[in-house]
């Protein structure tokens, strides 16, 4: 973390990597650690009943949050349909890449867990018990991040060798060990 003068330099901040990933978690604790608006991107992709909002208003949704967070912000997410919205405005990208066994160790719980607390998410959404068998990875997070997972992680691979990501700061973490220590906990 860069400081100057002991105060907090980096004020926009996109943690991205695989779902289940632990995007929420690590954004969250920067949020509370530098004061910072903690935008999860969930929440504006998805509105009630699930329904995804119209891609405009998404990325105007996502611009105005952007513009109302002037402490600074940090996002989680890997929408591409925003991401040149939430990406080339960050300062520093923080990638978690993980490996996918890890991933899948941290999704399966999270998920059960929120199926059967019938936690509410975002929107007043919550996730059905019929998500957990549903073939439809639209529907099962836990197959779309198993089905998508190489091709996320080879997505941010490209960012990071094709100069998509220059313009920020790229803090690339790839296990929970390093996670741990970058946010010191």
Known sequence: MRSQGGEWVIKKIAVVGSSGA???FVAQRLAERYGLEHIEMDSLAFENGWNLRPVEQFKV?????????????VT???WNSVGEVQLLAAQQIIWLDLSRVTVMRQLVPRTLFRVLSRKKLWNGNREP?????SRDPERNVILWSWQNFDETRQRYQRCLTDGSWSHAEVIHLRSRHEIKSFLQI
């Open 76 to 78: 989680d997410g890997n």
């Open 129 to 133: 018990f019929s998500n957990l068998y």
């Open 22 to 24: 632990g995007k929420t």
């Open 61 to 73: 949704d996502l611009e105005q949050r952007f513009d109302k967070a002037t402490s600074g912000w």
